[in-house]
């Protein structure tokens, strides 16, 4: 498998603003116009697109990139199943959001279907190295906007509200996110280390410590074992530790998640002679979580690992799980307002 398309699958409040949330697909707001009907955006395709200020037709390509804008209260017209996301699928869902099966769209574009949907402004995440072939064929449909793939959640708000000229929904959003994580933070006990350990086919991971994951759980006031933390990054992700069956005790550490779901296996990691060898594992401080959810570069994903780490605290077994999606998503959406 080529290493551009496992990066991209293994990895997933004033009252003016709120009342703006969600409402129209326009990227800028009546109040922000521009003197002329485009701006200009430097974007992860390493290009500079002139945006319609309020484009009639909004094609997403992927499920992360819709999320994305759904966060700063842009609304998609249409968005392609390009990351086969089942959370995504059902968050969109709950915002009747039409979404197109493609699971390889972003990955082998289909630029046929693209261009029939009649799109003014086309947006995906970043699939890597292929990007340089697809985006100049994108670009001659419409102006395309590519979204970073991994970026600690601050950072990637930022960049969405920025991108979109949707700076101050994007500053509710981040707002609501810090005082979740502050939250958090003010829950009493000891956090410790946490290791987590992932499975995608044949190859076993950790996100290394600079991951957007990591990063979480540090704000959090998790640490990591020094195998995991001290490593640097290699295999087909520059996001990934990778790490051998017999190399697995190396992971001591006082809790244990490994991630499930869509491409995570956990089964794979579960199965291992080495996995019950942890102390965590055999003293019932092993979880498993929504490896999507917990590799999100959107809010949802931030929130629900901050959900989780809550429940960990709280001395609970059973992490959130596909069947809490939309639970957690409208309780993100009453935290914004």
Request: hydrophobic share 45%.
């Amino acid at each position: 498998m080529k290493a551009v398309r496992v990066r991209v699958v293994a990895a997933a409040v004033g009252a003016g603003v709120a009342g703006s949330l969600l409402s129209s697909c326009a990227v800028a707001p009546e109040s922000e116009k521009l003197s002329n009907d485009t701006y200009s955006v430097a974007h992860e395709a390493g290009a500079t697109t002139d945006v319609p200020v309020h484009p009639q037709r909004i094609v997403v390509l992927d499920e992360y990139a819709a999320l994305n804008m759904l966060d700063v209260g842009v609304v998609p017209d249409v968005v392609f199943g390009g990351l086969s996301s089942e959370v995504g699928a059902v968050v969109l869902k709950e915002e009747g959001v039409n979404l197109i099966a493609a699971p390889t769209m972003i990955l082998e574009p289909d630029f046929e279907a693209v261009a029939a949907q009649e799109p003014d402004l086309i947006v995906l995440t970043d699939p890597g190295e292929s990007i340089a072939e697809s985006f100049p064929s994108f670009s001659e449909i419409a102006p395309t906007i590519v979204l970073p793939y991994e970026k600690p959640w601050q950072e990637m708000l930022q960049v969405v509200g920025e991108t979109f000229h949707r700076e101050a929904e994007a500053e509710v959003t981040r707002a609501a996110l810090q005082q979740r994580l502050d939250d958090v933070l003010a829950i009493p006990g000891t956090r410790g280390s946490m290791a987590v350990l992932a499975a995608f086919q044949d190859f076993y991971y950790s996100p290394v410590i600079t991951n957007p994951l990591s990063v979480t759980l540090q704000q959090a006031g998790f640490t990591r074992p020094p195998v995991e933390g001290e490593a640097e990054a290699s295999g087909f992700s520059t996001s990934t530790v990778p790490w051998s069956p017999e190399e697995l005790p190396e992971h001591e550490a006082d809790a244990v998640v490994v991630l499930s779901g869509s491409v995570y296996n956990a089964e794979a990691v579960q199965a291992l002679p080495t996995f019950n060898s942890l102390t965590a594992v055999r003293e019932g401080r092993a979880y498993v979580a929504n490896g999507e959810l917990w590799s999100g570069n959107f809010a949802l994903g931030t929130w629900w690992l901050l959900d989780d780490l809550e429940m960990i605290l709280a001395g609970e077994t059973g992490l959130g799980t596909i069947d809490d999606a939309v639970d957690r998503w409208r309780a993100l959406r009453a935290a914004i307002g």
